[in-house]
């Protein structure tokens, strides 16, 4: 091999570890992005349900929409 392929070859290495790199961090702040939206929705279910024990069963067909 001669020099010029070698360091062609090395630049093209160097490219590829900055790549892989950067996609790695973008995977690490995409996990901890889903993490809190998981969270978010977990206590937003845990209130949708309190409320629901809390308040009594209503007959939908019977209430009169806002607009009349």
């Given at each position: 091999?001669?020099?010029?392929?070698?360091?062609?070859?090395?630049?093209?290495?160097?490219?590829?570890?900055?790549?892989?790199?950067t996609l790695n961090q973008t995977v690490i702040r995409q996990q901890?992005?889903?993490?809190?939206?998981?969270?978010?929705?977990?206590?937003?279910?845990?209130?949708?349900?309190?409320?629901?024990?809390?308040?009594?069963?209503?007959?939908?067909?019977?209430?009169?929409?806002?607009?009349?």
């Open positions: 091999m001669n020099e010029s392929r070698i360091i062609e070859l090395e630049t093209k290495l160097a490219f590829a570890e900055d790549l892989l790199e901890k992005q889903i993490g809190s939206l998981q969270e978010q929705f977990r206590l937003l279910h845990q209130q949708v349900k309190e409320s629901q024990a809390d308040s009594e069963p209503r007959n939908l067909q019977e209430e009169i929409p806002p607009h009349y």
